[in-house]
Each structure stands twice: as C-alpha cells, then as structure tokens.
C-alpha cells in the first residue's frame, strides 16, 4: 500500500471511530428521562371514587391524598411520584358503611410512555398499594397495582380500571368479596403541588 493509501485508510478509520463514537453518546443520550415541573410536595381530590369486585361496588363520596412528594425528574420513571397518606370519605358497600385505610405506605406513581391518542396525556400506574376495608360482618385487604394516565391538560390523575393486578385476600365478607376477586377501580384525582397551589406538567424528550 502506497503512503497516500495509508493516509486515506488512517483518516477513513479515524472518521470511522469518532461517528462510532458521536451513534454511541447520541444512543446514550436518548433515553428516556421524565421531568416534573413544579415538582415537590402535593395533594390530590377525588369526587366518587369506586372500587367494584364481580358481586360488591365500594362507593365513596371522595378521596383525597393528603401527603405526597413528585420527584423532579426520573430516568425510568419508576416511583416519580409517592402517596404517603390518603384517605377515603364516606364509603359504602349496598348502604352499609365501610372504612378504607393504607396498610403500608407509601404507594408509588409510576410513568410509562407517552398517551397514544392524546399528546396531552401519559400513561403510568399505581403500585405498591395495600388497603383494608371494612364494615359490618364484612373486611378485606386489596394489594397490586392500578392504571391509568396523567392528563397534562387538566392535571388529573385518571385511574381508568383496567388491569387485573389489584386482587382481594384475607377477605371475610360473606361471600360478596372472596379471595383471588380482581378489583376494579376508578377515579380521577386532581392533582396540586403545595408550593405553587398548580397542577404539574410531566413531560419527557
């Protein structure tokens, strides 16, 4: 091979290596990061709250989560958001009334993906619950996960009922919740964060 051939070679390899190496930081750079803005302690109200199993519907007249932090940003956005107190407001079961308390704490707020059909909303969950519920002659704990979206638009969390990852046990309820019963729950909670009084915007790249 010729000196000019060598040359050319060397810059080829040369060039070759650095547009590896801008793919490879572009690709690094690209993923996902989700940002919340403003950020911080929040609450979050809800009017008529349900939550049905195949042969009973817990309905209650609100819900409010009265202690929560979001994360200002997240990687993945696993746990970009925390419930750490939230309560339920005069709750039935066919008239009967019925408590509903956390059993551990804190449930996690999870994003996942850009809504397909609105930009103006992303998908996410709620994990790591755990509540008891109970009433006359009948209790039962619920633990799993529940789904739904953040509406960017009108800040509201909207759990939708889908999914089959929120699941009856210990239940003692005459027949109406038994072990293994898939819940369904629905809800939409406006969400504020404490310091600005707004509801925030989650957004990624």
Not at 18 to 39: L, R
Not at 41 to 56: G, I, K, N, R, S
Request: proline content about 4%.
């Amino acid at each position: 091979m010729n000196t000019l051939a060598r040359r050319a070679a060397v810059v080829t390899a040369a060039l070759g290596a650095a547009i590896g190496m801008t793919v490879s930081t572009a690709s690094a750079g690209t993923a996902t990061t989700w940002t919340v803005t403003p950020s911080g302690a929040y609450t979050a109200h809800a009017d008529f709250p349900t939550l049905e199993v195949p042969l009973a519907s817990l309905e209650c007249e609100s819900s409010d989560v009265k202690a929560g932090v979001l994360q200002a940003s997240s990687s993945t956005g696993n746990s970009i958001g925390s419930i750490n107190d939230i309560i339920f407001t005069n709750c039935t079961v066919g008239g009967i009334p019925f408590d509903v308390t956390m059993k551990t704490k804190p449930w996690l707020i999870n994003v996942v993906q850009p809504n397909a059909s609105n930009s103006n909303w992303v998908d996410g969950t709620v994990s790591s619950i755990s509540a008891h519920i109970s009433g006359i002659g009948c209790s039962a704990d619920f633990t799993g996960k529940v789904y739904g979206h953040y509406q960017n638009n009108t800040g509201d969390l909207v759990i939708d009922g889908s999914g089959a990852d929120l699941v009856a046990s210990n239940a003692s309820c005459l027949g109406l919740i038994n072990n293994g019963d898939v819940a369904s729950f629905n809800a939409s909670y406006h969400v504020a964060v404490t310091s600005t009084g707004t509801a925030p915007v989650i957004t990624t790249p």
